[in-house]
């Protein structure tokens, strides 16, 4: 009996070493945890606000809720096979893991595999914050909690942001003017003639940054494939704007009628300007944006055009997807 016991735990001490002191979790996934509080495990329905720095097996950096200066905020659910967040219920308050999801689990047969080499997605998490599920429907005292809780990160990245501000602009020694509105832009190279006018429609390269100097779009074919960004399905080629209608942020409205045919200029523009305090997609609550423009050319309207019916307004990536779509024949 001793001997046999003696040969499972040999057993489990060598599968362990087999997959590097990470255990395993369903759906093939990996998980090791770094730190352990002893709280109370996540349930499904628990509000949680997570860190998570997502890297290849390469160590190269996917993601950073770090450098977006937020965590992530959501509420548990049981993922699909591979799913990070399957890895959630090992974990609480305050624990810290490592967990690697094999890429190809994620895909199902049939779908493309996203260009990263090697065979995991490795994530360091952070537990950050859970609210546990209310056991009522409805528990407006849940909600009331969640909202605490979000208002006073609100707050936190409200302030945070007229440091990052102004630490760009001072790190960057940038020379330019703010505007009435709170637009920082540092005009670098002059351009000529006329600046456009509300309507006109702007032809312009650009790259848009955090104010950590992470590149998080661009239309920059160089620029994409300098910062591990490159999308081959992008034309990389200048995007027609609608100037000063509305349909892109108010910094962009604001900023390029402040530019003529070649100018280049850097915008730094608060969130205020930008996404706000709802943020947007990739882009976290009260987070400033730096934008490096260059203004190819200016479109003026045909007077005698009949108006269109003004569409909803796009973001730059439709905007380069939409350039990229096949013309009809």
Same mark, same amino acid.
């Given at each position: 009996m001793k001997?046999?016991?003696?040969?499972?735990?040999?057993? +489990?001490i @060598?599968?362990?070493?087999?997959?590097? @002191?990470?255990?395993?979790?369903?759906?093939?996934?990996?998980?090791?945890?770094?730190?352990?509080?002893g709280g109370p495990k996540i349930k499904e329905g628990d509000f949680i606000a997570v860190n998570v720095v997502a890297k290849?097996?390469?160590?190269?950096?996917?993601?950073?809720?770090? =450098?977006? @200066?937020?965590?992530s905020y959501q509420v548990m659910r049981?993922?699909?096979?591979?799913?990070?967040?399957?890895?959630?219920?090992?974990?609480? =308050?305050?624990? #810290?893991? +490592?967990?690697?999801?094999?890429?190809? #689990?994620?895909? $199902?047969?049939?779908?493309?595999?996203?260009?990263? $080499?090697?065979?995991?997605?490795?994530?360091?998490?952070?537990?950050?914050?859970?609210?546990?599920?209310?056991?009522?429907?409805?528990?407006?005292? /849940?909600?009331a909690q969640i909202k605490k809780y979000m208002d006073a990160q609100g707050v936190l990245m409200k302030k945070a942001e007229v440091v990052k501000l102004k630490k760009y602009i001072d790190d960057n020694k940038l020379v330019g003017s703010t505007s009435p509105s709170g637009l920082f832009y540092d005009i670098t190279t002059p351009g000529v003639g006329d600046k456009p006018a509300v309507g006109d429609t702007a032809e312009v390269f650009y790259t848009a940054k955090f104010t950590n100097g992470k590149v998080f779009e661009t239309n920059v074919k160089a +620029?994409?494939?300098? *910062?591990?960004?490159? *999308?081959?399905?992008?034309?990389?080629k200048a995007i027609?704007?609608?100037? @000063?209608?509305?349909?892109?942020?108010?910094? /962009?409205?604001?900023?390029?009628?402040?530019?003529?045919?070649g100018a280049k200029a850097t915008f730094v523009i608060p969130s205020k300007l930008a996404y706000g305090e709802q943020g947007y997609a990739i882009i976290p609550p009260f987070t400033p944006l730096v934008f490096?423009? =260059?203004?190819? #050319?200016?479109?003026?309207?045909?007077?005698?055009?009949?108006?269109?019916?003004?569409?909803?307004?796009?973001?730059?990536?439709q905007l380069q997807q939409k350039a990229n779509a096949p013309k009809a024949k």
């Open positions: 001997k046999n016991l003696m040969f499972l735990a040999l057993a +489990t @060598g599968l362990a070493s087999c997959n590097g @002191g990470f255990k395993k979790a369903p759906g093939g996934l990996l998980y090791n945890i770094n730190v352990d509080k290849t097996d390469g160590d190269s950096v996917l993601f950073s809720s770090y =450098e977006q @200066g937020a965590p049981k993922g699909q096979p591979g799913d990070v967040m399957n890895a959630f219920p090992y974990l609480a =308050e305050g624990d #810290s893991a +490592t967990v690697k999801t094999n890429i190809d #689990s994620l895909f $199902k047969k049939g779908t493309r595999r996203p260009p990263i $080499k090697g065979k995991y997605i490795v994530y360091q998490i952070k537990i950050e914050k859970v609210i546990a599920k209310s056991s009522k429907p409805n528990d407006t005292t /849940w909600n +620029t994409a494939q300098k *910062n591990n960004n490159y *999308n081959p399905g992008l034309p990389y027609r704007v609608p100037v @000063g209608v509305h349909k892109v942020i108010p910094g /962009w409205d604001e900023g390029l009628m402040l530019l003529n045919k490096e423009v =260059e203004m190819v #050319s200016i479109i003026h309207p045909n007077p005698n055009a009949p108006k269109p019916v003004a569409p909803a307004p796009m973001t730059l990536q």
